[in-house]
C-alpha cells in the first residue's frame, strides 16, 4: 500500500466515524504522526494533501525541520522545559502540556519571538501511571492559572492519549471523560482561552474517538506503517 492510498483509507474511515456523530469529515482534523520517518516519507504525504504533521521529539523537529515541504508542525509527545526555546519558532501547536512549569516556560519564549503559542492541555482522564497528562480534576485549575499568568499562549482545547485496549470499545469511557470538559470550555471564550481542539485518537483508537466527539486525530501506523525503533538507537 503506499501512503496516498493509506491517507486516502483513514480519510473514508475518520468520515464514516464523522457522520456516525453527527458531524462531517471536515470537521476532524488529520495530523499524520511522523515520527521515526523519513522527510521523502513525510514530503509523500504531503503531496498526497497531508497539511499538518505531528512529531513526539524535539530533536526529531530539528533534524528533519529543513528536509520537509511547508506544512503545519505539531508537537504531541512529553516536551521538557529546556527544549522549549528549539521549537518555539517552529511548530503551530503544542498538545502535551501539563503543567504550570511548563506552560511558563513556552510563555516566556513565545514572548521573547513577540508570537503567541495555541497549546492543548494534556489530560490523563484513565489516571495511567505510565503517562503524563494531569488528571480530570486538576484541569480547571491548570487553564485558571496559565489563562491568568500567560498572555503569550492561547489555550485551544484538550489532548488525551487513552490507554492501549484490547478491546477499543474500551476506550470510549476515557474519550468521554475528556469531552466533557471540553464541553464546558465551548461557550467560555477569552483571548487566552479558545477552544477549538480536541485531539483524541490514535491509528488503534481514532473510529472511537471521533465517534466521542474528538475534532484532531492523530495518526502515525495507519498512513506510514509500523515504525523502526531500532533507529532511535543511532
Ligand atoms: C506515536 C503517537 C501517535 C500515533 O500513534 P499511531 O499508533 O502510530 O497512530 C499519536 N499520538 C502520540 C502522542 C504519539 O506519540
Sequence with gaps: MSIKSNIDYVNELKAQAAEK?????????????????????INEAIDAGITDIGENKVQEIMDKYDAVKPVRWHLIGHLQTNKVKYIIDKVCMIHSVDSFHLAKEINKRAAQHDLTMDILIQVNSAMDENKFGITTDETDELIRQISEECPNIRIRGLMCIAPFEENV?????????????????????????DFRYLSMGMTHDFQVAVEEGSNLIRVGTAIFGYRDYRKEEK
Excluded at 456523530?21 to 470537521?27: I, V
Excluded at 470510549?172 to 477569552?190: E, G, M, Q
Aim: aromatic fraction near 8%; charge should be positive.
Design 169 to 193: 470499545e474500551d476506550a470510549r469511557p476515557y474519550f468521554a471523560a475528556v469531552k466533557k470538559i471540553y464541553d464546558r470550555y465551548a461557550d467560555r471564550k477569552t483571548d487566552r482561552v
Design 21 to 41: 456523530s453527527g458531524r462531517k469529515a471536515d470537521d476532524v482534523l488529520l495530523v499524520a504522526v511522523t515520527k521515526l520517518h523519513t522527510p521523502a516519507e
